[in-house]
């Protein structure tokens, strides 16, 4: 199906990543989910910037530190690019839940941040993808069009209340979908 948006957000955990096996707080946990990599590729083709917008409330709860999760990013976008594929931005918000922060989803910090480092996005001509309802609430303040990842645990034992505009089971069928 072809579309017309043209920037693409991704939330990290359940989409990119399995949280199957527990909390990646390091390079050694950091798994890729079953075709994030082909994904990861193909939507290189298709959109432009890709970034990545991922709370990491680990950080402000003590169990890794920012350099732990900035080797884990570096690994991360090191891999999608030996794949083939792009990844133009990771934000992260450390803050924990209970915190009243600006960035941490589903408030629209880590989304403005950046916009300011690549000005041409345009959030109704965005789309974002994530595995909790959170994301789409992140999605739906910036009115972008927004999808639902099905096959994460979050998807198992979250109750929705923000409805995505698309569902599928992984990021690798959102890819064959908008590359059709």
């Keep these: ?17 399995t949280i199957k096996n527990g909390f990646a ?13 082909q994904a990861l590729k193909m939507l290189a083709e298709r959109f432009q910037p890709i970034v990545v917008v991922t709370n990491q409330a680990g950080i402000g709860y003590g169990y890794m530190k920012a350099q732990q999760l900035e080797a884990i990013h570096t690994h991360m976008v090191e891999e999608v690019q030996k794949a083939g594929g792009r990844i133009d931005g990771v934000y992260y918000c450390p803050d924990r839940v209970s915190a009243a922060s600006p960035c941490r989803k589903p408030n629209v910090g880590m989304a403005i941040r950046a916009k300011t480092e690549f000005p041409e996005i345009d959030f ?17 303040r910036l009115n972008m069009k927004t999808v639902r990842i099905t096959s994460s645990d979050h998807w198992e034992n979250e109750v929705e209340k923000n409805k995505p505009n698309l569902y599928f089971s992984t990021l690798l069928e959102f890819a064959k979908f908008v590359s059709s």
């Design 124 to 140: 109704k001509n965005s789309f974002m993808v994530g595995d909790r309802d959170s994301d789409i609430e992140f999605g739906n």
């Design 25 to 37: 707080n390091s390079v050694e946990k950091f798994v890729f989910a079953d075709g994030a990599l």
């Design 1 to 17: 199906m072809a579309t017309t948006h043209k920037h693409l957000f991704l939330d990290r955990d359940g989409v990119i990543n």
